[in-house]
C-alpha cells in the first residue's frame, strides 16, 4: 500500500483560510448565508470553516448544520453492508438563505446529489453552492461541480483519498491511498 | 461510520432478535422521527420496493401506521383485507401470499388471528415477512415503539420497572413487550386477576402482582392493556365494573402514588374500563405519542430488513 500526502501542517492551515477568504468574498458578513456539513466526515471541515469565519469576521452568529443523506442514496440495496444513518440538526431556516454544502471529498458526485435532494426536504433555499476539501477531477458520474475547492487531484478509482481532522484522529492531514498491486 | 444490520430477514417476534437488533432499530428510529417532524416528511429510500399489508384481523393505528411508513419512504404499496377477498372462497394462506407475491412484492406486513402464522409463512414463501401481530402469541413492533417511546421520556430503558395491567392471557402486546424490555434491561410485572395471568408466566422471569396499587407504587412505567372481550371465550371476570373497580386506573389513584409515573396503552382504549379519560388525557399519559413514534419505528423496521438483499 502506496501513502502519498496531499495536504498537511501549515499548507492544511492556508487552505483552509483561503477557502474561507473566497466565501466572505462572495457572502459578506454571512447575515443570509448558512453553512451545511454533510454527515458524517463533511461535518468535521464545516465545524473548521465555522470557527474560522468566526475568528476572521469577529462573529458567532455564523450558522451551521450538519445534513444526513442516507435516506437519499441511490445505491440502496445494490452494495453490501447497510450504512447507519447519521443525526440531522439544521435548527434554523433554510428557505431564501444562500447554503453553502460542505464536504471533505467530492469524487462521483453521487453524494452531492442525494444531499441537494435532502436539503430541498427543509424548504427552498436561494442558492446553493458546493465547497470541498479535495476535488477528484474526471471522475464524475453526475454532471456536479464545486465552487470552492481545497486541492484538485488526479486519482485512479482504485485509489483512495483520506482526511483526518486534529479534533477526531488528532492530526490535520489529507493522504492518497493506492494498493501497490495495482 | 458503524456498518451494521439486523440479524434477521424477518421481523416475525422479538424472541428471535438480539439486543443489538433491538438498539440498532430504535437507533435507526430516532432519525426517521426527525425526518416525519419535517416540512417535507418523505424520503425517497425505499423507491423500488413494493410492500403488500395483509391484515386477516381488523386493526385501524397497526396498518394505518404501516401504511404511513411505508408512504414516508416512499415504497410502493397495496393493501388487503381479508374479509373482502378470496380468502371467504376456500383459499389457503399460502396460496393467497404466492399470489400476491406473483405481482412482485418485496416485503408483506401481515396481521393474523393464529399465532405462529407469520413464521409459517416465512418458511413456505420467498419474501421478507413482518409480524403485525399474530394471534396471542407477539406484536414486536407494538413492543418496540414502546420501548421508543420509554427511552424517548426516561433517557433509558436499563434498570427501569414496568408494570403491565389488564388482560395478559389474550395479549400479544404483553408478551412481546416483556420479551423486548428485558432484552433490554427493565424489570417487568405483570399485574392483573388470577384468571388473566397466564399460568407459570414467572418461568419468564417477571413478577407477578394481583394488587394495582402496590403494583403501581413499584413501577416507573405503567403500560394499560385493553381487555380483549372478543377474544375471551368465557367470562373471567364478574362484570366490566367490577374489573374497572379492582384494575382500572384513574387519577386518583394517579395522584396518590409517591412518585410520577408514566402511562402508557396500545390502544384501541376502552375508556372507563382499564383507564379513566382523565388519566388517558393528563400530562403523564404518553398514549397519542406512542401512536407518533409507531410510525417513526415502522419505518427503521422496514427500512432495516429492506436494506438487506437476498
Redesign the interface.
Known sequence: MQKRTLLDGQKFQITIKRLCHQLIENHNDFSNTVLIGIQPRGSYFADRVQNELSQILKKTTIKKGNLDITFFRDDFRRKDGMLAANANTIDFIIEGMNVILIDDVLWTGRTIRSAMDALLAYGRPARVELMVLIDRRFSRHLPIEPDYIGQQVDSLNSQHVKVSWKETEGEDKVILISESNK | ?????LSTRHLLGIKDINRNDIE?IL??A??FK??IN???K?????R?ITIANIFFENSTRTKLSFELAEKR?SADTINFAASSSSVSKGETLIDTVNNILAMKVDLVVMRHPYAGAGQFLSRHVNAQIVNAGDGAHEHPTQALLDAFSIRQKLGDIEGKKVVIVGDILHSRVAISNILCLQKLGAEVMVCGPTTLIPKHIESLGVKVEHNLIKALNWCDVANMLRIQLERQDIKYFPSQREYAMMYGLNKQILDNLDKEIIVMHPGPINRGVEITSDVADSKQSIILEQVENGVAVRMAVL??L????D
Open positions: 461510520m458503524a456498518e451494521e444490520k440498532l437507533q435507526t430516532d432519525n426527525a425526518v419535517r416540512p417535507i418523505k424520503v425517497p429510500a425505499l423500488d419512504l427500512y432495516l429492506a436494506s438487506q438483499r
